[in-house]
């Protein structure tokens, strides 16, 4: 079986319905004064196409990608490196998988830069997740 990449993060937040942990993530972008990120739905892309591309319709349940900027994290990679404009938008992927439909899963894939603007883009994503769980009434 084929393995997610080391870099990225995948909370398991439950008992929750797919709906209140969308809630609970736009609200997070809201608390971090954030821009409201524009909404890939990914799920329902992946079972449009199955037929026609050969692959399974039933990945997930549930499942959207959060892409958003942050002119503070941007500022701060652009003026390392200008290069650093591929690192944006940075994503937050929500989804659930068929049969555990009370467990959402929060996945980010945080930059790789190990620099001051690196970890500032880390510690976003960080308060991100931390702040989902929080308005989700989760403990951590």
């Known amino acids: 079986m084929a393995r997610a990449a080391d870099d990225i993060v995948v909370r398991e937040l439950q008992p929750l319905a ?7 993530l736009l609200d997070a972008f809201v608390d971090e004064g954030l821009a409201p990120p524009a909404v890939s739905q990914f799920g329902d892309m992946l079972a449009r196409t199955a037929h026609d591309l050969g692959h399974r319709a039933d990945f997930y349940a549930e499942a959207e990608i959060f892409s958003f900027c942050s002119a503070q994290v941007s ?5 390392e490196d ?4 591929a690192q ?3 994503t937050v992927a929500l989804y659930t998988l068929p049969g555990r439909p009370r467990t959402v899963f929060l996945a980010t894939r ?9 970890e500032f883009a880390r510690a976003l994503l960080r308060r991100i997740i ?3 769980i929080d308005n989700a009434g989760l403990t951590r």
Do not use: F, H, K, W
């Open 110 to 118: 945080p930059p790789a830069l190990q620099s001051p603007a690196g």
């Open 88 to 90: 944006c938008p940075m």
């Open 18 to 24: 797919y709906l209140d942990a969308r809630a609970a």
């Open 130 to 132: 931390e702040r989902t």
């Open 75 to 79: 500022g701060r990679m652009i003026a």
């Open 82 to 85: 200008v290069r650093n404009i």
